[in-house]
């Protein structure tokens, strides 16, 4: 007889004990040319993040031009004083490093990822970028045409359409954030290189900027390579500059951006609320969640599962502005989109659950479950250097102490069922709040008007 072989089976791995982890605190210093410096050392990270903020708010563009820091932080890696725009991408690909910016309301990002080993050569680049970028009139009137192109394509997007109708109806037309952040066609037209160029040397400079470095940075003498680079960058000191209080108006009512013969109608529901300084914001965040922040959240076991009206729904707090001061504020909103016969019937669930929210309040189990994917989570969302760095950077940006994320995660865990039902129901209350709908006016507006949600007003689309 053969016989029959015989299988060796290895021991099952076991899972070891599970290691205490908070949210790294970084190490504060200030350069000689008065930038200051956040560094954090994560050791196995081999890709080095860096971000620059620059004190160049959107509320700081002169009138008229609208979308001039868009295109000022676009213009920053389009040559120098040492390279061309070309040459400047070339160095950048060379050392295998990326370099992305952007502006909003609280000011302008610089963004550089670039392995530990080419670090050096990265930061001499960034540095040149800030210190004497070209501004050149070919590359500005360049990125003037893209931005004039990407409009026409943003406005057709039903999901930017709604966000621009809604900060259009939340704020005052005198404030900068009723307007879209990168400027309106006009606005983007008039915009050339010399105001490319004044909004920089008004705004622009080491005293009033943040360096945040995350990585790997052992061997590295990250002193002398920020003396090198970064350090050389010079400029004035500026004088604090007057942030005006935000105001906003979430009188409940209804807007449809008319679109003929869409087959699915838009939603965003929102109002302005408080920033992550108020005490409510840890509470307020676990209870958002609770409502509308993943797949087993209440708006999408209604909308989606019982009802099929929607592939998800999602409520978020989104920071548009903070300040210690109470004058910040943030964007509470709730989004998705439905098949344009069932906009009524998906409003009414969506202000039924809403309601049943107030009446009876968040589970335990919901509450729990929140905790975990918020909580339990964090050490796998944090496991990159860039992710690390980005939190970093928006707390500086936000006015937040260093070890304010850290201290979130605390409270989040320490948050009960009751505070978390009670900040989402303030967040989101049933008669204050703004209904945006891009969709067929003809099809969706009586049906709309039925459910007595506020008054229903139809613009139409660009």
Request: with cysteine; hydrophobic share 40%.
């Amino acid at each position: 007889m053969t016989e029959l072989a015989t299988m060796e089976f290895h021991p099952q791995p076991q899972a070891g004990e599970p290691k205490v982890w908070a949210f790294p605190a970084p190490t504060r210093g200030t350069l000689d040319n008065g930038l200051t410096l956040l560094r954090c050392h994560r050791p196995g990270q081999q890709v080095v993040a860096v971000e620059i903020l620059l004190d160049a708010p959107l509320e700081a563009e002169p009138a008229g031009l609208d979308g001039v820091a868009t295109i000022m932080a676009r213009a920053f890696s389009e040559g120098t004083d040492k390279h061309t725009a070309e040459e400047f991408a070339a160095e950048l690909e060379r050392c295998g490093a990326t370099l992305d910016s952007h502006a909003d309301h609280p000011g302008v990002r610089l963004s550089l990822e670039v392995p530990v080993s080419r670090l050096s050569k990265a930061l001499g680049l960034l540095a040149d970028a800030l210190r004497a970028p070209a501004f050149a009139d070919s590359e500005v009137e360049r990125l003037v045409r893209n931005r004039l192109d990407e409009i026409p394509h943003e406005l057709a997007n039903p999901s930017r359409r709604a966000a621009k109708e809604l900060s259009k109806q939340l704020f005052p037309a005198t404030a900068r954030m009723s307007r879209p952040r990168q400027g309106t066609e006009e606005t983007v037209a008039a915009i050339d290189s010399a105001a490319v160029r004044a909004f920089y040397e008004r705004h622009v400079r080491p005293a009033t900027a943040t360096a945040v470095v995350v990585g790997d940075l052992t061997g590295t003498d990250l002193d002398a390579l920020l003396a090198d680079t970064l350090g050389s960058w010079t400029g004035s000191v500026a004088e604090p500059r007057p942030v005006p209080p935000v105001t906003a108006d979430d009188t409940g009512r209804v807007v449809i951006v008319d679109r003929p013969g869409a087959v699915q109608t838009q939603l965003l529901i929102g109002r302005a609320g408080p920033d992550r300084h108020d005490r409510v914001w840890p509470a307020q965040v676990l209870g958002t969640y609770c409502l509308g922040g993943t797949l087993t959240s209440r708006l999408d076991r209604v909308l989606r599962e019982e009802k099929g009206y929607t592939y998800g729904v999602r409520s978020f707090g989104q920071v548009l502005r903070s300040a210690p001061d109470g004058t910040g504020a943030s964007m509470l909103a709730i989004s998705g989109s439905v098949d344009t016969p069932n906009t009524g019937p998906a409003l009414k669930d969506l202000w039924t659950v809403l309601r049943t929210l107030a009446e009876g309040g968040l589970t335990d189990v919901e509450r729990d479950v929140a905790v975990q994917n918020l909580v339990g989570v964090a050490p796998l969302k944090y496991e990159t250097a860039a992710a690390v760095a980005s939190t970093l950077a928006d707390q500086v940006e936000q006015h937040l102490p260093d070890d304010y994320q850290a201290t979130l995660y605390r409270q989040l865990a320490a948050t009960g069922t009751v505070e978390a039902t009670a900040a989402v129901v303030s967040a989101f209350p049933v008669d204050r709040l703004v209904t945006v709908l891009v969709g067929d006016a003809a099809q969706i507006k009586e049906a709309v008007e039925a459910l007595a949600i506020g008054e229903v007003t139809v613009v139409t689309a660009e």
